[in-house]
């Protein structure tokens, strides 16, 4: 599953969401026996998109372990009509009991089943539900569709089942639908016949492979598609029909990626097709269903000429990354949740793999830095938890879907390569794959090949990262001989914590040399560390390690004064951040910082200036409490950054990747936290332009001066978006006019945002993404915040197992006791279904802030003097 789209839209808008937990239920189920093995599924499921219901005809054939008089699966929001069991021919019906709290049914039999092999076949009916889960409704303006969205723990909600990842099975999946509808699912479509009800035909899909529950889809509706294929496998893109003419790109791309994967992995892609679906209503960014990809529309479905350079990449590394589970997730699959980082750090790490190599303009190496930083700033909060932890009920398990598992996964897999180099840390992938292939691992399976692949200490290294929180902060002293002292400890970006001295890790260290990177592992009781010589002492050579450096004054100068010479983008964004780190940890100042920032200010590359800006950005928002300090910090980004503006030249079509973000990021710039006149004058025109359909701009640049705009924006400009919104089919577009409405400072117009979202005009995988934008910014927090609390009753209607924890988690905006206080009391009286490690994060975010700011002010004051 990829929720990282949905992040990078929302940042796109200026929504900064710190540890984003996805929740599902306060369901507590438990563990299913394992005295019942199921092997095969045939599945007969007949949707009426109208009434919202399906009715399903099962049978399981499965193995009983030792004799047993009942059976207990999964089921959840399930009527059952006739339950019996197939021994030897003879069939031996059934009464059955429903646990709803566990969301298990046990089936009770006569008489005792012997070990060996059973049929179950039930006859049973559901719902198609309103919540984005399970057998669901997603709606157009025009019609019904029958979707499925099944992780973790939904499929039971459309079939009784063994609801958990190592009770794999094959399927037979036949939908009974409307005629002049089709049908998707993981396997080709096998035949399609009239009846057997009137008006309807039957479709009948191929046996799939072994897999599990999880990643079964079924989807219903007039679906259109633009098909292609690669290496034998048949490629389709599909859509509602108002939207197959965006259909085209996610083709090309799939084409290509699954081409390299087959390559990477040394295993071909398994399946005889695959196919890519744009849904109207989904909640996540993507699922990687085994054959059958689902996606928000916006992941998968644009206009190649009208696209942003930023949607066209988000495309490219959904469809990478959902596609990268195809191999690591589906054909292997973890064995229990708590390993779900192996999946999805994996995909992570693998789908920039595939974008870079076919996009090596797009710098995405820079784009994986920037992401490790943001991962490392995310693991040194006081509430973070290792990668892999328990996971045992729905509500846990949703709970492991986060930053850590997707990010802090994929950057020590990347790290752990960049330490043995790509083609032993690949043959070590390959190895691993193919001996689990249509099983279940561990993470010890992997890393296990890995080691015996490299014969290096690989499991080591990764269960002293896996196994528990935190970052590593590595503090060197002056060079000795060719050793270096070395202090390791867990850094927090809560000055107040202490850390655990008893807390280390097997680390490789990577060291900048004159001709390629030199490495040595730090051990846990290491004191000293081997450094090769070289002009520049820097630590973190590539820029892949899990951890934050500092240096002495003396080597920091002399890395500063030659970053721009002698280390790559990559090493500069994490030089950079260390430095960021080190400021929220106490240990150097704001003005320190910005100095830093006004040294790389001429940086070429869009992705370090990026990220040393966005160290000011939080300046500007969490230290500076005044207008007066706001205003200091605006005249600083005119003067370093008007000039460097002014130095780009205009926009034209055969401007680079990196040109395209660089003027697009100092436009922002200006025009956000410069109040520059000159950029806001050309952000109004520019807004025009783009709105009233001109093809002449960029529109990466109109994307981002339409941002600058709506902020002071007016009714005539409220009203525009509102109506692009409504009536645009392009997702891109509409949701890019949705995300702005939030952002309008008149409190008129704020308010009407806020009352618009809790509309049936605006889904609810979309609506409380409005008020988490509206409490992003001291401009909307206020009204923001007191309109949630006046209006909660209709608020928490609209609450989906993602958007709890995403409305939740933003509250951590605030910087003041007063405003912590309000939050956790509201909260505690208005309790958000499974969102406590949300509200933990963020009042943890708001305590941070506030003793941020009371440390750093100060700094930030007697910096301002000095620039007079």
Not at 49 to 58: D, H, I, K, M, Y
Not at 607 to 612: D, E, I, P, R, Y
Not at 728 to 753: G, H, I, W, Y
Request: include cysteine; hydrophobic fraction near 40%; proline fraction near 5%.
């Amino acid at each position: 599953m990829r929720f990282a789209p949905l992040a990078r839209k929302l940042s796109a808008c200026a929504l900064a969401l710190a540890l984003t937990t996805f929740c599902v239920t306060q369901l507590h189920a438990q563990r299913l026996p394992e005295t019942a093995i199921p092997s095969h599924y045939s599945l007969t499921l007949t949707p009426d998109l109208v009434a919202a219901t399906f009715t399903g005809q099962e049978s399981i054939d499965l193995t009983l372990t030792e004799p047993s008089n009942h059976i207990t699966l999964n089921a959840l929001e399930i009527s059952f009509h006739t339950i019996s069991a197939t021994v030897g021919g003879k069939p031996l019906p059934a009464t059955f009991s429903l646990d709803e709290e566990k969301a298990q049914a046990t089936f009770q039999f006569g008489e005792p089943l012997p070990a060996g092999p059973v049929k179950l076949n039930i006859s049973y009916s559901g719902i198609l539900n309103n919540k984005l889960r399970g057998f669901y409704l997603s709606k157009t303006a025009k019609r019904n569709y029958a979707v499925t969205q099944f992780e973790s723990t939904d499929a039971r909600r459309a079939y009784p089942s063994f609801d958990e990842p190592a009770f794999k099975a094959t399927y037979d999946v036949t939908l009974i639908v409307d005629d002049g509808d089709t049908a998707i699912s993981n396997s080709p479509i096998k035949t399609d016949t009239p009846g057997p009800i009137k008006g309807k035909h039957t479709i009948a899909f191929e046996t799939t492979p072994k897999m599990s529950t999880y990643l079964v889809a079924f989807l219903v509706g007039d679906f259109q598609c633009t098909s292609g294929s690669a290496d034998g496998v048949a490629i389709r893109v599909c859509a509602t029909p108002d939207k197959v003419a965006l259909t085209h790109y996610g083709v090309g791309v799939a084409e290509y990626v699954l081409k390299y994967y087959n390559n990477y992995f040394g295993i071909p892609y398994p399946l005889k097709k695959l196919d890519l679906i744009g849904l109207p209503d989904f909640e996540a960014g993507a699922m990687e269903n085994f054959g059958a990809i689902t996606y928000r529309e916006t992941a998968l479905l644009i206009d190649e000429k009208t696209a942003t350079l930023g949607a066209k990449q988000q495309v490219e590394l959904v469809i990478a990354h959902e596609m990268a589970h195809q191999w690591f997730g589906d054909l292997v699959t973890m064995k229990w949740w708590d390993n779900i980082w192996l999946n999805e750090g994996f995909a992570t790490w693998m789908e920039n793999k595939a974008v870079a190599h076919q996009h090596p303009d797009w710098d995405i190496d820079q784009e994986v830095a920037q992401g490790l930083d943001g991962t490392l700033n995310l693991d040194s909060q006081p509430t973070t938890h290792a990668i892999r932890a328990t996971a045992n009920t729905p509500h846990e398990i949703e709970q492991m879907f986060d930053g850590i598992s997707y990010g802090k996964g994929g950057a020590v897999l990347h790290m752990v390569e960049n330490f043995l180099g790509e083609e032993t840390f690949r043959q070590g992938v390959h190895n691993y794959l193919s001996k689990h292939l249509y099983g279940n691992a561990t993470a010890e399976d992997f890393w296990s090949a890995q080691t015996e692949t490299s014969k290096q200490p690989i499991d080591k290294i990764m269960d002293s990262f896996i196994s528990q929180p935190g970052v590593p902060l590595l503090t060197f002293g002056e060079d000795s001989h060719g050793k270096v002292a070395v202090d390791q400890h867990r850094f927090y970006s809560t000055p107040s914590i202490s850390a655990d001295p008893k807390q280390k890790w097997t680390i490789p260290v990577c060291f900048l040399t004159e001709e390629a990177k030199h490495c040595e592992i730090l051990t846990p009781d290491q004191t000293t560390i081997e450094a090769p010589k070289s002009k520049v002492f820097f630590a973190n050579a590539g820029g892949t390690g899990y951890y934050r450096s500092t240096y002495p004054a003396k080597v920091y100068d002399k890395i500063l004064a030659s970053a721009e010479t002698k280390l790559t983008p990559v090493e500069r964004i994490m030089f950079s951040g260390d430095e960021w780190a080190q400021v929220r940890a106490n240990k150097a100042t704001v003005g320190d910082y910005l100095n830093l920032v006004t040294a790389l200010k001429s940086d070429p590359n869009q992705a370090v200036l990026s990220s040393a800006v966005s160290g000011a950005q939080g300046i500007y928002t969490r230290v500076a409490s005044t207008k007066e300090e706001r205003d200091a910090l605006s005249a600083w980004v005119r003067k370093n950054f008007a000039a460097e503006y002014a130095k780009l030249p205009a926009p034209s079509p055969s401007d680079s990747p990196n040109t395209i973000k660089m003027r697009s990021q100092l436009f922002g710039l200006l025009g956000v936290y410069g109040n520059d006149p000159t950029v806001l004058k050309q952000a109004a025109e520019l807004t025009n332009k783009y709105l009233d359909g001109s093809t002449s701009v960029d529109p990466t640049m109109a994307q981002t001066a339409t941002y600058i705009s709506a902020r002071n924006g007016d009714t005539v400009l409220f009203d525009k978006l509102q109506k692009i919104y409504e009536t645009s089919t392009n997702p891109e577009r509409q949701e890019t006019a949705l995300r702005l409405l939030a952002m309008f400072q008149d409190p008129v117009l704020l308010k009407r945002a806020l009352d618009y979202a809790l509309t049936d005009k605006v889904r609810n995988q979309d609506s409380l993404i409005q008020f988490a934008i509206g409490l992003q910014r001291d401009e909307t927090r206020a009204i923001t915040w007191q309109y949630i609390q006046d209006n909660w009753e209709k608020l928490k209607k609209e609450v989906t197992p993602e958007m709890g924890g995403i409305l939740v988690g933003s509250t951590g905006s605030f910087c003041s006791a007063e405003d912590r206080n309000a939050v956790t009391a509201f909260f505690a009286a208005h309790p958000v279904p499974a969102t406590e490690r949300a509200l933990k994060h963020a009042t943890d975010s708001i305590n941070s802030c506030i003793e941020f700011r009371t440390l750093q002010e100060p700094n930030l004051k007697q910096w301002i003097a000095a620039q007079k």
